[in-house]
């Protein structure tokens, strides 16, 4: 948030905002087990979208493995992987400038 608003929200607008989002019945609270010394509970959110983007992603990992059943494949040679990078270019991308 602090990035999306550039350090510039008061902790008022911070605070409405994560009502706002709380709210919204796609947050769903994860059980994570405290890591603080004082094992205080930290609350951690995530949305039903990437809880379902996780599950597919897994899915289709546990898919492709050969002890699971999945067809053996020939993994990508160094040299594509080069040609491949190359061909995409820098990442990022460099800054864009506003024009004046």
Do not use: K
Not at 1 to 21: G, H, K, Q, S, Y
Not at 42 to 71: F, K, W
Not at 83 to 92: C, H, N, Q, V, Y
């Amino acid at each position: 948030m602090a990035a999306w608003a550039r350090d510039r929200l008061p902790a008022e607008a911070n605070t409405r905002i994560a009502e706002v989002f709380l709210a919204d019945p796609r947050a769903v609270l994860l059980d994570v087990p405290p890591r603080r010394r004082r094992h205080r509970p930290e609350p951690t959110y995530t949305t039903i979208n990437l809880l379902e983007t996780e599950d597919s992603l897994l899915a289709l990992c546990r898919q492709g493995r050969v002890e699971h059943g999945g067809m053996p494949r020939a993994p990508v040679g160094p040299a594509l992987v080069e040609r491949a990078i190359t061909a995409a270019g820098s990442w990022p991308p460099p800054p864009r400038t506003c024009p004046s």
